[in-house]
């Protein structure tokens, strides 16, 4: 990872050499990953790959070790023929990187409205310029990974079962023009149009504005522009941010974001558990490329891709690392209202994003929903198993119901980035315990428990579902 940003000493000894020796820490490294994230070209490679990128040039290889698969571990897995094998482990990549491109989609935006309270508050004109940079980054990095899962789904699925919904003609702004067709629904549906849903746009910037009277020179231009064309705030309905709070929530708490500086070092702590989830997967494709290059043997696209967005993503790890962990330090002390906001934020996406362990996709650490066994029901009725509704209520049942290999390569990841978000939240001494130590996590990862629980929904769910085809 020779141009990987994360807070390596090396980059701490090459922000030395070119800053202001009186310069903060902190300042020395967002100054240092603008400079390596410029000169970097991964984003440019990574495009290029999609660009070329054809299904069945790939569909003969895996793309990742096999525990990167859908139903690893479970005894369907075991029956699993070599070519339904490969399938599954093409389209844990194609899951994997589409809840990816709905997060980086919420992120870009987040990205700006936190940049413009950075730009007011003065002295982080390269931080502005990082997030910038990023946010473009960003782009290309969710049309790559909506580019190749297309292309995989299509051929594997056929495109009856993709249903994306295109969205309507309405003027979404600059978060319209990022986002690819496909994800747009995600982000805007008609119940922004409502009247209610503009009083409560308005009631919820009221209170964060009220609440956050002494910072509204930091407001951020974005919001600012929103409202004077009185668009509302997007919030997606997937991705990391559509799980760690419903909808309204999430839009006041970008109110708070886009207010207060301290706050919008706060959202980074958000944006660090993102990028640690992502690593926490992207990391085996990375080791995956590396093995493939090291004995000359063929590395499948997508694995490429994913090795040249670890190398991107790192730099956006450092600076959400040093926004969450340090850049906080320098500014005010939180008042009573910020910290309240911000140990609520922690908790809730600790409840609603990180409390389970799935039976179905390794790494997955919220408890399997209707909605995703909705989703594996499908998949055993598509051409890539074409079972009958009663051998998939079968199987499913094993899958989600009964202890299996999955559920322990689960907790190793779940185990992993326990680790890598209490590294960090750890010292975020503003936190209550529950989220330094990630205590809701922590009980979350319990096998018993996500039997328990799949047991119920799947009794649900099968009773839902017609007994003959
Ligand atoms: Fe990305
Ligand atoms: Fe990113």
């Known amino acids: ?21 009186k310069e903060k820490k902190h300042v020395k490294i967002i100054k240092q990953t603008y400079k390596n994230n410029t000169n970097s070209d991964y984003t440019e490679k990574l495009w290029d790959l999609a660009q070329n990128f054809d299904y069945a040039s790939n569909s003969n290889h895996y793309w990742g070790i096999p525990e990167l698969s859908l139903l690893y571990g479970t005894p369907l897995y075991e029956e ?29 935006m987040y990205n700006m409205i936190t940049s413009g309270v950075f730009e007011n508050l003065g002295g982080y004109e390269e931080l502005c310029k990082e997030l910038e940079l990023e946010t473009d980054q960003e782009s290309y990095h969710i049309r790559t990974f909506q580019k190749v899962a297309y292309k995989t789904k299509t051929s594997l699925l056929g495109k009856t079962t993709l249903g994306n919904p295109l969205a309507s003609k309405s003027d979404k702004g600059w978060l319209g023009k990022l986002l690819p067709k496909p994800l747009q629904p995600l982000f ?31 407001y951020s231009q974005y919001l600012r522009e929103l409202e004077q064309k009185d668009h ?6 997937e991705g990391i941010s559509g799980q760690v709070a419903p909808r309204h929530w999430m839009r006041f708490f970008t109110f708070n974001w886009g207010i207060s500086p301290f706050m919008a070092c706060q959202y980074y702590c958000l944006r660090y558990t993102a990028n640690a989830y992502l690593k926490n997967h992207e990391y085996c494709y990375y080791k995956s490329f590396q093995e493939l290059e090291k004995k000359g043997e063929f590395i499948p696209a997508p694995t490429a891709i994913s090795y040249y967005h670890l190398l991107d993503e790192s730099f956006h790890t450092t600076i959400s690392q040093t926004l969450a962990k340090d850049m906080y ?24 994003m990180l409390s389970g362990l799935s039976g179905a996709l390794p790494g997955r650490f919220v408890a399997d929903s209707p909605l995703f066994m909705l989703f594996i029901y499908k998949l055993l009725k598509s051409p890539v198993f074409g079972m009958s509704n009663q051998d998939s209520l079968y199987w499913m049942e094993k899958s989600f119901c009964q202890e ?66």
């Open 1 to 21: 990872m020779s141009q990987s940003a994360e807070l390596t000493p090396e980059i701490l000894e090459q922000s030395s050499n070119i800053s202001n020796p």
């Open 80 to 108: 699993a023929s070599p070519s339904q094998k490969l399938a599954l482990n093409h389209l844990f990549w194609v899951a994997n990187y589409h809840y990816i491109a709905v997060s980086e989609s919420s992120t870009s």
């Open 188 to 218: 805007f549906s008609s119940q922004y149009k409502t009247i209610f849903s503009g009083y409560q746009d308005y009631a919820l910037s009221f209170i964060a504005k009220k609440m956050l009277e002494g910072k509204k020179q930091y």
């Open 232 to 237: 509302p705030i997007a919030a997606a309905s």
């Open 329 to 352: 330090r320098e500014l005010p002390q939180p008042t009573a209202y910020e910290k309240f906001l911000s140990g609520k934020i922690l908790h809730m996406m600790q409840n609603n």
């Open 404 to 469: 299996h290999d999955g559920f322990h390569v689960g907790l190793k990841y779940h185990a992993k980035l326990l680790e890598a978000l209490r590294r960090v939240f750890n010292c975020l001494e503003y936190q209550s315990a529950v989220n330094r130590e990630m205590r809701i996590m922590a009980a979350g990862g319990s096998i018993d428990k996500a039997i328990k629980g799949n047991i119920k929904v799947f009794e649900k769910f099968s009773r839902s579902i017609p007994q003959s085809n």
